[in-house]
């Protein structure tokens, strides 16, 4: 068989063709392009991941699979609006998506049959060195339930030609005492390693969610993941073994156990930020409009009606004080990273430097603290 060309025995349980590009950043703009014309909107797939039986990671009663599920159902409202794309999600609070559910369970050999063979022919080709064979990350073992699930996915996205699909997870590390914050943060994108059929066009999208994050967000520090875009060739959300055709990519929003994420108020503002950018990080990509040095962010615009000062925790109006000194370049201070000084809603050492640093910038005698004149001058340039 040449590369490239199907067993013919096969073809109802391989879609993904190797050294065949499946998609490409010409070929999804032009889909987009043409939505007026043809009709045939964009399809997008959003996929939280885990669920109540297999959850992810956790932190102090902080599910990954919760976090996941807000996520999704936000960035699926994003979609839904515009008329251009065509959005499912597979899975909500209400459970999973009973179409794409029955189609997993009633294929079940099917899925099984179309991982092996793609498994097969990968093997064959790393064997014959045309597939240069790369672990970049180290992942946790997923339980067979899970891996045949997402195989499905990948198998029903392809039959039914899903153009991007989004995996959405929230990050964590081996060797992580379950009772204690860990030592990383940040935000990473997973797409397809460069020898795969869909790793142009994914890299593409996530290239430009990237730009969108990396302005309020850190990087993960995780050791081969500070790269910030990663190239995988295991995980199945991205099309491992090359089992999809679209572009996948897998977003890993900041760690489980960051201050953002442990207060509910705090969380829920945060989670439609995140769902924000990578909607907007997707709309750069299709139609580049991107705002320049202005972040379009959930947190802004902010009305701040009481003085802040260092000590204050778990608090909104710290949180978008942090988004909008980090829109005048002082947060976090040259010398500091974000992984230093991340958004938090905490007024600390990071917010308190900030703000002096914002106060000298508009010639008001720095305090460190935010009180009515500073509030007048915030206000006056974030409120509306």
Same mark, same amino acid.
């Given at each position: 068989? /040449?590369?490239? $060309?199907?067993?013919?025995?096969?073809? &109802?349980?391989?879609?993904?063709?190797?050294?065949t590009?499946?998609?490409?950043?010409?070929?999804?703009?032009?889909?987009?392009?043409?939505?007026?014309?043809?009709n045939?909107?964009?399809?997008?797939?959003?996929?939280?991941?885990?669920?109540?039986?297999?959850?992810?990671?956790?932190?102090?009663?902080?599910?990954?699979?919760d976090?996941?599920?807000?996520?999704?159902?936000?960035? %699926?409202?994003?979609?839904?609006?515009?008329s251009?794309?065509?959005?499912?999600?597979? #899975?909500t609070?209400?459970?999973?998506?009973k179409?794409?559910?029955?189609?997993?369970?009633r294929?079940?050999?099917?899925?099984? &049959?179309?991982?092996?063979?793609?498994?097969?022919?990968?093997?064959?080709? $790393?064997?014959?060195?045309?597939?240069?064979? #790369?672990?970049?990350?180290?992942?946790?073992?997923?339980?067979?339930?899970?891996?045949?699930?997402?195989?499905?996915?990948?198998?029903?996205?392809? /039959?039914?030609? %899903? &153009?991007?699909?989004?995996?959405?997870?929230?990050?964590?590390?081996?060797?992580?005492?379950?009772?204690?914050?860990?030592?990383?943060?940040?935000?990473?994108?997973?797409?397809?390693?460069?020898?795969?059929?869909?790793?142009?066009?994914?890299?593409?999208?996530?290239?430009? $969610?990237?730009?969108?994050?990396?302005?309020l967000?850190?990087?993960?520090?995780?050791?081969? /993941?500070?790269?910030?875009?990663?190239?995988?060739?295991?995980?199945?959300?991205?099309?491992?073994?090359?089992?999809?055709?679209?572009?996948?990519?897998?977003?890993? %929003?900041?760690?489980?156990?960051?201050?953002?994420?442990?207060?509910?108020?705090?969380?829920?503002?945060?989670?439609?930020?995140?769902?924000?950018?990578?909607?907007?990080?997707?709309?750069?990509?299709?139609?580049?409009?991107?705002?320049?040095?202005?972040?379009?962010?959930?947190?802004?615009?902010?009305?701040?009606?009481?003085?802040?000062?260092?000590?204050?925790?778990?608090?909104?109006?710290?949180?978008?004080?942090?988004?909008?000194?980090?829109?005048?370049?002082?947060?976090?201070?040259?010398?500091?990273?974000?992984?230093?000084?991340?958004?938090?809603?905490?007024?600390?050492?990071?917010?308190?430097?900030?703000v002096?640093?914002?106060?000298k910038?508009?010639?008001?005698?720095?305090?460190g603290?935010?009180?009515?004149?500073?509030?007048?001058?915030?206000?006056? $340039?974030?409120?509306?």
């Amino acid at each position: 068989v /040449e590369k490239g $060309i199907l067993y013919s025995k096969f073809a &109802d349980y391989i879609s993904s063709v190797f050294f065949t590009d499946s998609v490409t950043e010409v070929s999804l703009r032009k889909t987009f392009q043409t939505t007026v014309v043809t009709n045939e909107k964009v399809k997008i797939l959003i996929v939280p991941g885990h669920d109540n039986e297999s959850w992810g990671t956790d932190f102090h009663g902080l599910r990954e699979a919760d976090l996941t599920i807000a996520l999704g159902e936000e960035l %699926y409202e994003l979609f839904k609006k515009n008329s251009s794309f065509d959005v499912k999600i597979s #899975r909500t609070r209400a459970g999973h998506d009973k179409e794409l559910n029955l189609y997993i369970e009633r294929n079940r050999q099917g899925i099984l &049959d179309f991982m092996k063979v793609q498994k097969s022919k990968m093997g064959e080709f $790393i064997d014959s060195g045309e597939i240069v064979f #790369r672990i970049i990350v180290e992942h946790a073992t997923a339980t067979d339930r899970t891996i045949q699930r997402l195989y499905g996915i990948n198998k029903w996205a392809n /039959e039914n030609g %899903y &153009d991007i699909v989004i995996h959405i997870h929230f990050n964590d590390y081996a060797g992580r005492k379950k009772s204690a914050a860990g030592k990383y943060s940040g935000f990473s994108i997973y797409v397809p390693e460069g020898q795969f059929s869909n790793a142009k066009g994914s890299r593409s999208v996530g290239e430009s $969610i990237f730009r969108r994050f990396q302005h309020l967000y850190a990087v993960s520090n995780l050791p081969k /993941e500070d790269a910030g875009i990663i190239e995988d060739q295991e995980l199945i959300g991205v099309g491992a073994y090359n089992t999809l055709d679209g572009a996948g990519l897998l977003i890993e %929003y900041d760690y489980i156990y960051e201050p953002i994420l442990q207060d509910k108020n705090i969380r829920d503002i945060a989670i439609s930020d995140y769902a924000l950018q990578t909607y907007l990080g997707v709309m750069d990509f299709f139609a580049p409009s991107f705002p320049g040095v202005n972040i379009q962010t959930a947190y802004l615009p902010y009305e701040w009606k009481r003085n802040l000062f260092q000590g204050v925790k778990n608090d909104l109006g710290v949180l978008s004080l942090q988004a909008a000194l980090t829109n005048e370049g002082v947060y976090p201070l040259k010398g500091y990273t974000k992984n230093d000084c991340p958004l938090s809603g905490n007024f600390g050492p990071c917010t308190r430097r900030a703000v002096e640093a914002f106060q000298k910038k508009y010639g008001i005698t720095p305090s460190g603290a935010l009180d009515a004149k500073k509030r007048e001058k915030l206000n006056n $340039i974030y409120s509306n």
